[in-house]
């Protein structure tokens, strides 16, 4: 099942009809950005899935009677959207963070008329491996970085790994570990996200007012030979190069030490 937008009621009954789904629900910050409304009927059967034989209970009326539904919550499932998704989602899930394509870099664009065949072909193998696979299930030694629910995200996928062998033991222990530290990031506060550097100046590539009111600053740090981090120092360098800033500084080496008509006693 690939959805894009769907009701509460309709992803339910997906789940939980005989045969099962797997959901594949792009454009999730729709569902839970922050201009969205909350869905907490969809978080919450998200949240249920998470484990074999977690149910979702119902009201059902049938003509004048009233009965209890209990649906199958249990599905696989892989989000995609931007931004960030509740807590109470991330902390069940596999977090592979994506970032923008630099301009400069070159990919192969991904079209679903020429490569669909082969996700087909992959995902046929992948299929004939699982129902030739006669043996037990052995549960996998994780890392010790990998603890509490990040365990039980992570515990039956490396299983897979094992059951499949070669160098995919390494390969997915790998991966889980530092899948797992980068999902340990915090979505940032407004202020933070605004202080982050968008180019060499505070509110991006061009000066502003904002650099106008720091520069006299910037002035003082750099007469007192004041260490900076290295942030700081790369900021205040890139305003004492401004062409006005060197007007004002060779104006003022220029300027007498007294000004007659400033020279007022008290």
């Known amino acids: 099942m690939t959805a894009v937008n769907v009701s509460p009621a309709h992803l339910f009954r997906k789940v939980g009809c005989e045969e099962g789904s797997t959901i594949l629900f792009d454009e999730i910050d729709t569902v839970f950005g922050p201009k ?32 209890t539904e209990e649906i199958p919550a249990y599905a696989a499932v892989a989000l995609a959207g931007l931004g ?24 192969e664009p ?3 008329r020429i490569h669909a065949k082969d996700g087909d072909r992959v995902r046929s193998l992948i299929e004939t491996w699982a129902a030739g696979f006669d043996r037990d299930i052995a549960w996998p030694e994780l890392p010790t970085e990998i603890q509490n629910r990040d365990a039980d995200v992570w515990e039956p996928l490396v299983a897979i790994a094992d059951a499949v062998g070669g160098d995919w033991l390494k ?40 650099d106008a009111m720091f520069a006299p600053v910037c002035t003082r740090f750099v007469t007192y030979d004041v260490k900076l981090d290295p942030a700081c120092a790369a ?27 400033l020279d007022v006693e008290f």
């Open 36 to 67: 969205a409304k909350e869905n907490e009927e969809i978080r919450g059967l998200l949240n249920a899935g998470h484990r074999r034989g977690a149910v979702a209970g119902r009201c059902v009326v049938r003509g004048n009677i009233i009965e």
């Open 84 to 107: 960030w998704l509740p807590d109470t989602i991330l902390t069940r899930s596999a977090i592979i963070r994506m970032r923008r394509r630099h301009a400069g870099k070159k990919f």
């Open 110 to 112: 991904f079209r679903r």
């Open 171 to 210: 390969r997915s222990r790998v991966a889980a570990v530092a899948l797992v530290a980068v999902s340990k990031d915090v979505e940032l506060s407004l202020g933070v996200r605004l202080a982050e550097p968008k180019g060499p100046f505070l509110l991006g590539k061009q000066p502003c007012m904002a």
């Open 235 to 261: 900021y205040c360098k890139a305003v004492m190069t401004l062409p006005h800033m060197q007007e004002w500084i060779e104006a003022a080496k220029t300027e007498p030490d007294e000004l007659e008509e």
